[in-house]
């Protein structure tokens, strides 16, 4: 059993599939650790009241190497589907075989791409608003994007923030129309057309955002809005370009599994967390998708 990814959904495949004694081999990639490694306190992983995300993700790691599973610091660049035992090569000129395969690579938000948005990264930008909503109570936050997620995410803070911004490029939103109405009725949303964030301002001890600069897209004007909070919600990028033209994908390259299953186009391959999933996108559905995965290998190898 082999494992690609070391966030919530490939230790959780790991803990399994070693206490089901499948031996797994875990391949960690460039973020050991996954996504939580880039935040700061997480308040909804059940049984802990407030954890640090990488404190979190250092603890899994342990569990499934004491559950025994071998963890190894390396990138798969290559995989090759086509038959069993699959192959896989990666970064460090290794090779691996594998009977059974947990793909478990997640995803990356998109982001602006500014300087000062990376500087405040978990300390007031984010890109979820289900994780951090719940630390903007009466607060002015704004949101980037004018898709379904983005209206979503801003719907959601509306429950938390005192006033929502909705910042977007154009003149219009692409989310359904059901979505846009019901944003547009809510008194704590005020919508900036044709207007694009270029820089986040704020103050370093503590760190925290205080304002940014809004671009005027149809004429070079520039301003500056007040807010504790930016929620950039551009969409984001499952790590699947491995597997393009060897497993099924849908339009935006996330990978297609069986109904009520983690099991891909491919028998014998399996994928979990954030890698197969565009609506949940949390930890915890991560981790239970990973141990979805760990039970279906284990009994694909028991009946082939
Ligand atoms: C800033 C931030 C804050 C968040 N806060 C919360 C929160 O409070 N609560 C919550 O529930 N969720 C939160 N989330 C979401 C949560 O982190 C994700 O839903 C979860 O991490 C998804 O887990 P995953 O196992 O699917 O993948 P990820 O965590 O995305 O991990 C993917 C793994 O795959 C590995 N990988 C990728 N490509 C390769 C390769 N080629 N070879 C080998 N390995 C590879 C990476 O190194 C990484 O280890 C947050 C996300 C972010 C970005």
């Not at 075989?97 to 948005?117: H, K, M, N, S, Y």
């Not at 500087?119 to 704004?142: E, H």
């Not at 005020?190 to 207007?195: F, L, Q, R």
């Not at 979805?292 to 009946?303: G, I, P, T, V, W």
Request: charged fraction near 20%; proline fraction near 4%; include cysteine.
């Amino acid at each position: 059993m082999l494992i690609i990814g070391s966030g919530p959904a490939g230790y959780t495949a790991a803990v399994y599939g070693a206490r089901a004694l499948l031996a797994p081999v875990l391949l960690q990639g460039l973020q050991p650790g996954g996504q939580l490694t880039i935040t700061t306190e997480v308040e909804n992983w059940p049984g802990d009241t407030m954890v640090l995300g990488p404190d979190l993700m250092l603890r899994m790691e342990a569990q499934a190497r004491h559950a025994g599973t071998e963890i190894i610091t390396d990138i798969v660049t290559k995989v090759d589907l086509s038959r069993r035992p699959f192959r896989i090569e990666t970064d460090s000129g290794q090779g691996w075989t594998a009977d059974t395969l947990v793909i478990a690579t997640g995803a990356q938000a998109r982001w602006l791409g500014l300087p000062t948005e990376t500087r405040y990264r978990g300390f007031g930008v984010s890109a979820c608003a289900t994780c951090d909503g719940f630390f903007f109570r009466g607060k002015v936050v704004a949101v980037v994007g004018g898709g379904n997620t983005a209206v979503e995410e801003a719907m959601f803070l509306t429950k938390f923030a005192s006033r929502v911004h909705l910042i977007h490029r154009r003149g219009e939103l692409r989310a359904d129309k059901t979505n846009q109405a019901r944003l547009m009725a809510n008194p704590k949303v005020e919508m900036h057309w044709h207007s694009e964030v270029i820089d986040v301002h704020g103050s370093d001890m503590p760190l925290k955002v205080e304002a940014i600069t809004l671009n005027d897209t149809r004429a070079a004007a520039t301003r500056q809005l007040a807010v504790d909070g930016l929620f950039v919600a551009i969409g984001h990028v499952p790590a699947t370009h491995l597997f393009a033209g060897q497993l099924t994908m849908d339009d935006e390259f996330y990978l297609i599994t069986a109904p009520d299953s983690t099991a891909t186009s491919i028998p014998g391959v399996f994928a979990a967390g954030d890698v197969k999933d565009k609506l949940y996108r949390q930890a915890v559905t991560a981790a239970g998708m990973g141990c979805m995965a760990a039970l279906e290998a284990e009994r694909f190898l028991a009946h082939g």
